[in-house]
């Protein structure tokens, strides 16, 4: 079955950068694409980006010159990479399979705080 | 970018009655339209895509209507498990958005 799951190091200092891994199960990245989507603690859902299979990518236009969004597909793993982190990046981070554009398989989600 | 705007909010009702979310998109997405689920520490749930198609698994009790820029969602006879938060986002091409939620709670 279609697995996700995140991993990332939980706190990170302001200015620092953000990485975090999706390690996926039961499709192929060569097929499928991935998304990133966050959310702070509280509020709403902000999609991130997404990778897609031939290994192009979109990106939120707020956080297109901070934001890279990679993968590895023989590991099965999509990596994102947020720099110069500020406070206001602390979210939890979802990793999601899009279908046709909506998101059916979410991964458990990774919390980051960004503090000092 | 589309900008999607729901409300309410906030929504306070009791079990078993019938309460309706909309969700309004800054420019026409035809119905590429999807809504999902939140309970609290947990991941959204989909529920519909294509603004009316129910996802797999999903109770009959949910119903999703619109195009073009107005959407709703409606929830007959609630049940205890519909409580929760809510959001639209438009699947009409990247970028995605989402709406900012509503929180929907007993009363």
């Known amino acids: 079955q279609v697995q996700l799951k995140e991993s990332g190091p939980g706190l990170v200092a302001p200015s620092q950068s953000l990485s975090i891994t999706c390690t996926v199960s039961?499709?192929?990245?060569?097929?499928?694409?991935v998304s990133w989507v966050r959310q702070p603690p509280g509020k709403g859902l902000e999609w991130l980006g997404v990778?897609?299979?031939?290994?192009?990518?979109n990106y939120h236009s707020a956080l297109i010159s901070r934001l890279s969004i990679s993968k590895d597909n023989s590991k099965s793993q999509v990596f994102l990479k947020l720099n110069s982190l500020q406070t206001d990046d602390t979210a939890t981070y979802y990793c999601?399979?899009?279908?046709?554009?909506?998101?059916?398989?979410w991964g458990q989600g990774t919390l980051v705080t960004v503090s000092a | 970018d589309i900008q999607m705007t729901q409300s309410p909010a906030s929504l306070s009702a009791s079990v078993g009655e019938t309460v309706t979310i909309t969700c309004r998109a800054s420019?026409?997405?035809?119905?590429?339209l999807a809504w999902y689920q939140q309970k609290q520490g947990k991941s959204p749930q989909l529920l519909v895509y294509?603004?009316?198609t129910l996802a797999e698994g999903v109770p009959s009790r949910f119903s999703g209507s619109g195009s073009g820029t107005q959407f709703s969602l409606k929830i007959n006879s609630l049940q205890p498990e519909d409580f929760g938060s809510y959001y639209c986002?438009?699947?009409?091409?990247?970028?995605?958005?989402f709406g900012g939620g509503t929180k929907l709670e007993i009363k």
């Open positions: 999601a399979k899009p279908e046709l554009g909506w998101f059916a398989y």
């Open positions: 039961g499709f192929s990245l060569t097929s499928y694409g």
């Open positions: 990778i897609w299979g031939d290994g192009s990518t």
């Open positions: 420019e026409n997405i035809y119905s590429y």
């Open positions: 294509n603004a009316k």
């Open positions: 986002q438009h699947h009409y091409g990247t970028p995605y958005t």
